[in-house]
């Protein structure tokens, strides 16, 4: 079946840092979505793209459908960006695929 | 901007218990979806909806009914409550399949 792999499972960062979090799929996908889920358990919407790159504030993502993968980079990380971070992706019609989530502490 | 709320947030039932599970949209969207999310998962879907009267069936429906009163409102219902059902439950709705999901607050089910 569709396959979604997110690494990694789990990144501890410091204020200030930035990295890359990643979703790869098995299949080609239409679209990919990508959310944190915060301390209070509410999922908020960070990106929707069907191609190219999304940039808002300091998030960045990019998706390429051809390579099978998304990305989602965090630069000068704050505490408020702890969370775990989901990637969702469309494969056609009603289905959507999550991966099992990248969870993100970001430490003092 | 898209409103999607459920409620209740949190709720306490025991096994065999009756639980309804309420999510309302006013983003005028047509699809609506129930998932459950638990821990080491991502979102599983459990139901959706493309009007008021559909009703589709996700990947996960055992032990769960689904109905969609009007296109705002979609509710889950589990009959009879299991401690497999422990878990946080998202409404969410989409103008299309092609479209972004906007997803409610989420609700969190304990089943003893």
């Known amino acids: 079946g569709d396959q979604v792999e997110q690494s990694p499972s789990a990144l501890s960062l410091h204020e200030g840092t930035g990295s890359a979090l990643r979703c790869n799929f098995t299949t080609t996908m239409r679209a990919v979505q990508w959310f944190r889920k915060n301390s209070r358990g509410s999922l908020i919407n960070l990106f929707y793209?069907?191609?190219g790159t999304k940039e808002n504030g300091r998030l960045k993502s990019a998706f390429d459908s051809k390579e099978r993968y998304s990305t989602l980079h965090i630069r000068d990380a704050q505490l408020e960006d702890s969370g775990t971070y989901f990637c969702?992706?469309?494969?056609?019609?009603?289905?959507?695929?999550f991966g099992s989530g990248t969870r993100l502490l970001v430490s003092p | 901007e898209a409103a999607v709320t459920q409620s209740p947030r949190n709720k306490v039932t025991v096994t065999g218990g009756n639980v309804t599970l309420s999510c309302r949209q006013t983003?005028?969207?047509?699809?609506m979806y129930w998932y459950r999310q638990d821990t080491g998962h991502g979102l599983r879907l459990i139901h959706y909806?493309?009007?008021?009267?559909?009703?589709q069936i996700g990947d996960v429906p055992d032990g769960y009914k689904a109905t969609r009163t009007t296109q705002e409102d979609f509710f889950l219902l589990l009959e009879l409550a299991s401690p497999s059902q422990t878990s946080l439950y998202f409404c969410?709705?989409?103008?299309?399949?092609?479209?972004?999901?906007?997803f409610g607050p989420g609700t969190r089910l304990t089943v003893l």
């Open positions: 969410a709705s989409s103008p299309g399949t092609n479209y972004e999901q906007y």
């Open positions: 983003n005028s969207h047509n699809y």
């Open positions: 969702a992706v469309r494969t056609g019609g009603y289905k959507v695929v």
């Open positions: 909806s493309y009007g008021a009267g559909n009703l």
């Open positions: 793209l069907a191609s």
